[in-house]
């Protein structure tokens, strides 16, 4: 194994190295009334923290704000402009463990 693939490293891996500090209020709000005309659900596939999930059984997309990378990937695929996405307020949000 060169040093290349030796510093590989799987998005769980990197993932590892954060932390959270969760905000009691939700930073990013979903309009749920717009998701039900949307077909492809995008924000389901490319958030890399899998904050948004597809409940068909309910038909809503839950939310689970607290794991958010906050890289504003899901405002810029939803087609519905149904995001509202802030910074979580000082002090929340992703924490790097070696900053
Ligand atoms: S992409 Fe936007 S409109 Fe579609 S399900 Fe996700 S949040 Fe709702
Ligand atoms: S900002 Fe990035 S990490 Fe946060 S919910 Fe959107 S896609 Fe996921």
Partial sequence: MNNKEK????IQDKLSNLKYNANSEAHL???IKK?????SKP???????GVYE??????EILVQYENCLECGACKVVC??????????KS???IILKNS
């Fill in 7 to 10: 510093n590989k490293k799987s």
């Fill in 29 to 31: 709000k979903v309009d």
């Fill in 35 to 39: 998701c039900l005309k949307c077909t």
């Fill in 43 to 49: 924000c389901t596939f490319i958030c890399p923290a």
């Fill in 54 to 59: 597809y409940r068909d059984d309910i038909n």
């Fill in 79 to 88: 087609p519905y402009n149904s995001i509202d996405w802030q910074y979580p």
């Fill in 91 to 93: 002090g929340c949000g």
